[in-house]
């Protein structure tokens, strides 16, 4: 299994509200500097664009907190525009270039909040760039996605669909939390926190999320150090009221990670049964042991192992009440988190995702019992990764049968029209993107 894209991690560098940036022309040229070498680092496309950046931070510890979040929003604006700004700037434009066209057109800063960072022939240049037009863009200029990426949407759906998405991946993802139920009920946790002066409304979706306004720091939080929220996509909350664990009942968490929905799952089950929480990596499980810590959590049980048909797998072999396989996936649902991955990903990346989806998908459903349920998601925006996985393991499959994903819902109280399989848009939702489909083991099986 390969690691997939980890989508709501409390210490990744969050990008400001306008309340907490810099004020324009408030910019120090050795900032401005910082920024263009922490954007070069990024577009090397080597590693995630979180990772670059918390190793520049680390790198450079005298920058403050507004400074670390100019330096953070610059560089994912400039990624979620990256298409646009090199048709304005040229193909071949320099980190710097592109800083500087960013400011200019992306943020419109006036010509005077140029003077001390960029020299007379780089301000004409500037001043040239704001006049211009760039002519008639392509679809994929005007949705700011690779060639690849736009032509395999549009197959999916209509060009205002695709425009409208792209238009909802290019914004900034709010922050959700996600309340723990074995140590606090939501309306207190609002309370706290609005006592605290952080702004904070519930969910709209799930009723474990608050929504934040803002990005507020909460990791020294009392209630975040007491386990009694998780920072959590509201999106993703949905997946673990998919799986629908109760008190007592033998879960899998197949494909776990650092635990995010493992530690959802755990909390349902009111911190009884078993929850195990398989993963291929090492480093990820060691993070997942102090939050299950922190949450008050007792009946998971983090299990690593090598690939999906480890043996420690097959020792579960039809005993599994309720499966959870958010399999590794190319991740293109979470772009307004993740810009990056838009340049990353590739026609061949997603081939390889689908083998390994198929593969994984069919070795967890080995673990549910006669009459459970097996839960299959991704964060992709892709068919490839998510219905034809689906419809090929049905047609290989027909000891299982699908479930509604919105009747699952509508039994917890979620009012939600997805139909049979759950598909959340950012632009549609105001989430991350997700699919999931529900099926169910039948009972002679």
Sequence with gaps: MKPKTEKNRVRKPQEPSPAERPAEGAVTRALFIQATQALGAVLAFDYPADAVLSRHFRDNRELGH????????????????????????????????????????????????????????????????????????????????????????????????????AHGLNRPAPLDLRVNVVKADRDAVLERLRADGVRAEPGRLSPQSIRLAGKPALQKHPLFLDGSFEVQDEGSQLLGLLVQPRRGELVVDFCAGAGGKTLQLGAMMRSTGRLYAFDVSEKRLAKLKPRMARAGLSNVHPVLIAHEADAKVKRLAGKADRVLVDVPCTGLGTLRRNPDLKWRQSPAAVEEMVAKQGAILAAAARVVRPGGRLVYATCSLLAEENDAIVDAFLAAHPEFRALSAQEVLAAQGVALETGERLRLLPHVHDTDGFFAAVMERAKGA
């Design 66 to 165: 507004r400074d670390r979040g100019f330096i953070a929003e610059a560089i994912y604006g400039v990624l979620r525009r990256l298409r646009w700004l090199r048709r304005i700037a040229g193909a071949e434009a320099t980190p710097r270039m592109l800083l500087l066209a960013w400011f200019a057109r992306g943020e419109g800063w006036p010509i005077r909040n140029f003077e001390g960072l960029a020299s007379a022939t780089e301000r004409d240049w500037i001043t040239s760039i704001k006049a211009a037009e760039a002519g008639e863009p392509s679809l994929a200029e005007r949705a700011d996605l690779p060639d690849w990426l736009a032509d395999r949407l549009l197959a999916q759906m209509g060009e205002d669909a695709l425009l409208a998405l």
